[in-house]
């Protein structure tokens, strides 16, 4: 018996992708509901391989989901719970509009709650796992700490994320984990290194809220993502306070609620909070554990590899961090009222730093201003009308500075009023060569040349110079020669007579060596990359090419870049040899 026949798009891609329309009715989902369930799943739409096959042949482009992720989203329970809000708010309506006032007041107090621990879980089976993708997590809580009240979001949303936030800094604190800092227009970028994981992420600056048109930003989404990063957060924090031997939630040892009372606060959890985001103190440990846990551990001599260069730059790499950990040890550093406190306070007290503040600005200053052991004071602006002897007036920059160059740098240029040096961004990779890298110096980017004839032009002389090197000393090794076979020939001149006949059918001409031409070479060397280009699979072409194009763009701005900053060291020169003339 002979099967029947499939027809067009029954069978393969045409069957592996359902669009969002299709979607929504498979799991009976409103779209809002769907966006939510897929945001907090953690599932995405496809780009399938052929997008004429998976659409069935209908024309535009849609949205497509996969078959298996639709049916992974049927088993979660959470499903249920959206069906369940939304006969409970009808039940509300229809209690409203009946005006059963007890009966809303009681359906409001009974209100189903989505809980969200089974999905962190799903999603990061190990605290290893969490911690890998906590960039995103980061950003976006330190944004949400930072937001007022907003149409669309939780209004305990904010408050929950800044008090995450502030433990989170607190574990990074006690860890020592800081390892990169850079000021930009965005914020402030942040890299830590915990349990291995390299986190980065972004504390945005302390500007007043502007609020954005609903056109701009959708707010709602975004709450979406918090609500389920709050609670991943939440976990990471309560896994690190207990690896690190500290009490969760965090408290202070010295503290308690009388303290509160005489400083005529009704709630002492509400001071406990403020002194806590003050991040000014160390935070109490639980005393489970003898070892301490900034003590050191020194690497262990058995050697992984047996490149003996690979295990003197590891142990290079664990004395620069074991420096950074102790930057600034010893000093005691006081901000003034114009700097920004709290990534101040978290940079310095990551390297080992007591800081302080004005008592009337924020809760937490542990010494004033008059103390005299002060080594260090944070300023922004031009001068001050008393200052100490005793100790140094820098500008914010030296801090961010010096711990990117994992040593203290010279206050002589960050003091108080000074032009500051250029606040270079510590993430540039430098193995990229096409891309602009500023850390290099300014005589080495100009030795590399910045254009491609720069570099031709010198091999050219090069070989030049090297050209009439050898030409010079052939021509006096032949004088020396010729001087001796003289001699020779005057001595015995019937023996060499003997030899040149006896040799004169034996005699071979000298090789001359060929001459490449390197414009010749170059134009080869083309054709065969363009010929490789060409084997290139029709599939693989398009995304190469989208490639090469980044990589050409990044050489032109690099090109650019460096032109820029040619022309500044001229004209800095050029200003430094006139003042050299006045003088």
Known sequence: MVGQRKKKYQSGEGTQYYSRAQALKKLQLTLKDFRRL????????????????????????????????????????????LRDMKVHFKKIGRAKTLRQFGKMKHLVNKHPVITLDHIVKERYPTFIDALRDLDDCLTLCFLFAMFPSLAGVARDQSQLCR?????????CIAAKALRKVFVSIKGYYFQVELKGQTITWIMPHQFSFQPQSRQEVDFKIMSTFTQFYTIMLGFVNFRLYHSLNLFYPPTFASFSASEAKENDLVDAEAYLSERVAALSQPLARTGALDSNPDEEVELDSFPTTDDPEKIEEAKAEADKLRKLKSLFDGLKVFLNREVPREPLTFALRCCGAEVSWDKTLFVGATFPETDETITHQIVDRPSLETQYISRYYVQPQWVFDSINAREQLPVEKYLMGCVLPPHLSPFSDPTRKEEY??????????????????????????????????????????????????????????????????????????????????????????????????????????????????RRDRTRDKKILMKKRRTIEEKKTHKEQKQMVRT
């Open 38 to 81: 897929c945001i907090l799943k953690g599932i995405y739409p496809r780009e399938p391989r052929i997008r004429k096959r998976a659409q069935q042949g209908r024309a535009g482009i849609q949205t497509l989901y996969h078959k298996k992720d639709i049916q992974f989203l049927m088993h979660e329970p959470i499903i249920w719970k």
């Open 163 to 171: 008090r995450l936030t502030v433990e989170f800094m607190h574990a």
């Open 437 to 550: 890298n500023p850390l290099e110096m300014p005589d080495q980017s100009l030795m590399a040349g910045v254009e491609d004839g720069e570099e031709s032009e010198n091999e050219e002389e090069k070989e030049e110079k090297t050209m009439l090197a050898d030409t010079t000393v052939d021509s006096s090794s032949d004088a020396e020669e010729d001087v001796e076979e003289e001699s020779e020939k005057e001595e015995d001149n019937e023996k060499d007579m003997i030899r040149k006949a006896k040799r004169a059918g034996m005699m071979v001409s000298t090789g001359k060596p060929e001459k490449v031409d390197p414009a010749e070479l170059r134009k080869e060397e083309y054709q065969e990359y363009k010929l490789r280009e060409k084997m290139i699979h029709k599939k693989h072409r398009k995304l190469y090419q989208s490639m090469m194009k980044g």
